[in-house]
């Protein structure tokens, strides 16, 4: 019995041991603590929620529907616009239109970089400070300017004085000190994002296609179109779209150069036979106008002020800025969803009075043949001055028209999807010029009642200058949220 009772007592210890084994060896295949922790259960990673911002100067247009189009013949011309049911997300817009200080900020942005680049150029002094070659190791990095040192206005030295008086000319009649115009270009790079994830420019031959039935081609030869510009030796801007064979992602890597100060002679070129010199003179360059909406800026000129502030705004942020989405004009139809308010209304109020009980005009507009001035204002008015509409959205209808960034066709929103439709083309310089037409909206100072509905439609060519179009941004949401039918959001 004695030693029976030892050697069992020696094997128990042995028995534990390998089930101790066992049961760590399933503890560091299966996590440990966590996986005992869940039951088992794929339960997903979960991390902090990215919350965004309101965006300085916009409103939220939530998520919505629409009937787009006008579904009765038009009583003016008797024509008939497409209608059509369609859905948009939700983006953030501009309150109002994109005012002279604004777009003021970016000319001279374009200015001051020009200047830096100068400072530092060794044909103007050499200045090595205004331009950052390495890091705070010593090691090498991508040049890029120092927006920290500022420029030398009051007492330059006489080589920086030259550096800031290169982009200035003197008008040789009256002896004005004024910006050398053709100077002021702006430079940048979008990344075709959509266009790249298509699957017939994969770089890979092999997912072009997903049907097994057929024999991937490994030498097949895809050609992709881009967009490149460059300034000549002449000082002349050269735009080309060229066609190669896809060979990496810089393919999708279209390059843009557009000059930025917007074209002040449009009050006088657009008006023949009247007096608004004093327009072309002072509504841009002038304080007194500083709050009203910009003009004279072409569609191309609105798409590089968008690429600006963009990239400008990415500058003053942290890792937080891969999540936020790009400055862009509006499609049409996020545009006409905006416009027409939380009710859908045919103009940005409700109704079709033009008047409020008071007797005060909505929108500045043409009342009437030629009485610009019934309205209160002759030509454009100062952002926000009239009521806002549901979205909280300024101006949507008159002041000045508004550039979207939809292609303009004949078919409308017939040829749209109805689900936040785009019909967007990038024309080439060889293009007919019909293609490069672009949707306006919203009607103008200048223009009667029936121009300035919601849902009017017209065009204007992309690189014409009007005393009339103007523009603002939108910027898609970096979040959505889910709500039941009730509108409640879900959690």
Same mark, same amino acid.
């Given at each position: 019995?004695?030693?029976?009772?030892?050697?069992?007592?020696?094997?128990?210890?042995?028995?534990? &041991?390998?089930?101790?084994?066992?049961?760590?060896?399933?503890?560091?295949?299966?996590?440990?603590?966590?996986?005992?922790?869940?039951?088992?259960?794929?339960?997903?990673?979960?991390?902090?929620?990215?919350?965004?911002?309101?965006?300085?100067?916009?409103?939220?247009?939530?998520?919505?529907?629409?009937?787009?189009?006008?579904?009765?013949?038009?009583?003016?011309?008797?024509?008939?616009?497409?209608?059509?049911?369609?859905?948009?997300?939700?983006?953030?817009?501009?309150?109002?239109?994109?005012?002279?200080?604004?777009?003021?900020?970016?000319?001279? $942005?374009?200015?001051?970089?020009?200047?830096?680049?100068?400072?530092?150029?060794?044909?103007?002094?050499?200045?090595?400070?205004?331009?950052?070659?390495?890091?705070?190791?010593?090691?090498?990095? &991508?040049?890029?300017?120092?927006?920290?040192?500022? +420029?030398?206005?009051?007492?330059?030295?006489?080589?920086?004085?030259?550096? +800031?008086?290169? *982009?200035?000319?003197?008008?040789? /009649?009256?002896?004005?000190?004024?910006?050398? *115009?053709?100077?002021?270009?702006?430079?940048?790079?979008?990344?075709?994002?959509?266009?790249?994830?298509?699957?017939?420019?994969?770089?890979?031959?092999?997912?072009?296609?997903?049907?097994?039935?057929? &024999?991937?081609?490994?030498?097949? *030869?895809?050609?992709?179109?881009?967009?490149?510009?460059? *300034?000549?030796?002449?000082?002349?801007?050269?735009?080309?779209?060229?066609?190669?064979?896809?060979?990496?992602?810089?393919?999708?890597?279209?390059?843009?150069?557009?000059?930025?100060?917007?074209?002040?002679?449009?009050?006088?070129?657009?008006?023949?036979?009247?007096?608004?010199?004093?327009?072309?003179?002072?509504?841009?360059?002038?304080?007194?106008?500083?709050?009203?909406?910009?003009?004279?800026?072409?569609?191309?000129?609105?798409?590089?002020?968008?690429? $600006?502030?963009?990239?400008?705004?990415?500058?003053?942020?942290?890792?937080?800025?891969?999540?936020?989405?790009?400055?862009?004009?509006?499609?049409?139809?996020?545009?006409?969803?905006?416009?027409?308010?939380?009710?859908?209304?045919?103009?940005?109020?409700?109704?079709?009075?033009?008047?409020?009980?008071?007797?005060?005009?909505?929108?500045?507009?043409?009342?009437?043949?030629?009485?610009?001035?019934?309205?209160?204002?002759?030509?454009?008015?100062?952002?926000?001055?009239?009521?806002?509409?549901?979205?909280?959205?300024?101006?949507?209808?008159?002041?000045?028209?508004?550039?979207?960034?939809?292609?303009?066709?004949?078919?409308?929103?017939?040829?749209?999807?109805?689900?936040?439709?785009?019909?967007?083309?990038?024309?080439?310089?060889?293009?007919?010029?019909?293609?490069?037409?672009?949707?306006?909206?919203?009607?103008?100072?200048?223009?009667?009642?029936?121009?300035?509905?919601?849902?009017?439609?017209?065009?204007?060519?992309?690189?014409?200058?009007?005393?009339? /179009?103007?523009?603002?941004?939108?910027?898609?949401?970096?979040?959505?949220?889910?709500?039941?039918?009730?509108?409640?959001?879900?959690?």
């Amino acid at each position: 019995m004695t030693n029976l009772c030892k050697k069992n007592t020696c094997a128990a210890p042995l028995g534990f &041991t390998i089930a101790l084994l066992a049961c760590m060896l399933l503890t560091s295949c299966f996590g440990g603590n966590h996986a005992m922790s869940n039951g088992g259960e794929v339960t997903g990673r979960r991390g902090a929620a990215f919350t965004e911002p309101t965006p300085y100067g916009m409103v939220e247009v939530k998520r919505g529907y629409l009937r787009a189009g006008i579904e009765k013949n038009d009583s003016l011309w008797g024509t008939v616009t497409p209608s059509k049911d369609i859905s948009v997300d939700g983006f953030w817009m501009d309150q109002s239109e994109v005012t002279n200080a604004m777009y003021r900020q970016f000319v001279e $942005w374009v200015r001051d970089s020009i200047i830096r680049e100068r400072l530092a150029d060794p044909s103007f002094g050499g200045d090595e400070t205004y331009k950052i070659e390495v890091d705070r190791n010593g090691d090498p990095i &991508t040049p890029h300017l120092n927006w920290a040192k500022p +420029i030398p206005w009051r007492k330059p030295s006489e080589d920086q004085e030259r550096a +800031i008086n290169s *982009v200035y000319v003197t008008h040789p /009649i009256d002896g004005t000190k004024m910006l050398d *115009v053709k100077q002021l270009t702006y430079r940048y790079e979008i990344f075709d994002y959509e266009k790249a994830a298509l699957r017939k420019y994969r770089l890979n031959p092999a997912e072009r296609n997903l049907n097994t039935d057929l &024999t991937v081609n490994p030498d097949e *030869v895809v050609m992709i179109s881009k967009d490149t510009a460059y *300034v000549d030796d002449n000082g002349d801007i050269v735009r080309q779209t060229i066609e190669r064979p896809l060979s990496s992602l810089y393919d999708f890597l279209n390059t843009y150069i557009v000059h930025v100060y917007p074209d002040t002679t449009c009050w006088v070129n657009d008006f023949p036979n009247a007096n608004n010199e004093p327009y072309m003179k002072l509504y841009f360059s002038s304080a007194a106008y500083n709050d009203y909406p910009v003009v004279g800026v072409t569609w191309e000129q609105a798409e590089a002020f968008c690429a $600006w502030r963009t990239d400008f705004l990415l500058r003053g942020l942290g890792p937080q800025a891969r999540f936020i989405q790009r400055y862009r004009l509006p499609t049409e139809i996020e545009w006409e969803y905006a416009a027409r308010g939380k009710e859908g209304n045919p103009y940005p109020w409700e109704g079709n009075e033009t008047k409020n009980d008071k007797g005060c005009f909505f929108a500045n507009f043409k009342p009437d043949r030629g009485n610009y001035t019934e309205d209160g204002n002759l030509i454009t008015s100062r952002t926000g001055i009239y009521g806002a509409n549901s979205n909280g959205l300024f101006d949507m209808a008159g002041n000045v028209a508004e550039w979207t960034n939809t292609v303009y066709t004949e078919a409308g929103v017939a040829a749209m999807a109805d689900l936040n439709p785009e019909l967007r083309y990038n024309a080439a310089k060889e293009d007919p010029y019909v293609l490069k037409r672009k949707s306006v909206r919203g009607g103008s100072w200048k223009d009667p009642l029936s121009y300035i509905r919601s849902a009017w439609r017209t065009w204007e060519y992309q690189n014409q200058p009007r005393s009339y /179009i103007g523009f603002r941004c939108v910027r898609s949401k970096a979040t959505t949220t889910s709500s039941n039918s009730n509108g409640k959001k879900k959690k």
